[in-house]
C-alpha cells in the first residue's frame, strides 16, 4: 500500500502544478473600473469556469445579455481573486459598464476553452480544413474518372 499512497501523494502534487499551469497565449486585457487588468487563461480558472456550467457556450450567451453573475464568476477566475478581492468586483463591473466589462470576458473564455485561440483563428483554421477535405475530395473524384473500374 506504501507504493499507492506514494503514487497518490505524486498525483496531487502534479494536480496542484497542473492547476498554475498558464497557456502561452490567450490572455486578455481590458480597463477595469479604470485600470488596467489581464485576465490569464490557467488551468484552475479553466476548472471553475467548466464546473459551474454544462458548456462553456452557456457563459459566452450569459455574457451576450450583459449577465453580471457571469461577468464576476469569469473575472473572478481569469484574475485569480480571493473571496475578499471579488466582493469589489460588482462596484468595478458598474463603473466599467456592463456591456464594457463582458466583451473582452467573452473573448477570454472563447481562449480559454480553444487553446488561447481566438473565434477569428478557430473559424479560419476550420475554413482551411474544410477547404483541402473538398480539394481533396475533388482530386479523388478526378482520379476515379482517369480509372473507371472494370465492369
Do not use: W
Not at 468595478?92 to 470576458?105: D, E, R, Y
Amino acid at each position: 500500500m506504501a507504493g499507492a499512497s506514494a503514487g497518490h501523494h505524486r498525483f496531487q502534487k502534479e494536480s496542484a502544478a497542473m492547476a498554475e499551469t498558464v497557456l502561452t497565449k490567450g490572455s486578455v486585457t481590458f480597463d477595469l473600473a479604470g485600470e488596467s487588468v489581464t485576465l490569464v487563461p490557467t488551468v484552475k480558472a479553466f476548472n471553475l469556469l467548466s464546473s459551474t456550467v454544462d458548456s462553456y457556450s452557456v457563459h459566452l450567451q450569459r455574457l451576450a445579455v450583459g449577465h453580471v453573475d457571469t461577468i464576476k464568476t469569469v473575472l473572478r477566475a481569469g484574475l485569480g481573486l480571493n473571496d475578499a478581492q471579488a466582493k469589489e468586483l460588482s462596484g468595478k463591473i458598474m463603473l466599467t459598464g456592463v456591456f464594457a466589462a463582458s466583451n473582452p470576458c467573452s473573448d477570454y473564455v472563447y481562449r480559454l476553452f480553444n487553446a488561447g485561440k481566438s473565434m477569428e483563428e478557430v473559424q479560419a483554421e476550420q475554413q482551411a480544413k474544410a477547404a483541402a477535405k473538398a480539394e481533396a475530395e475533388e482530386a479523388g473524384d478526378a482520379e476515379d474518372e482517369e480509372n473507371p473500374p472494370h465492369a
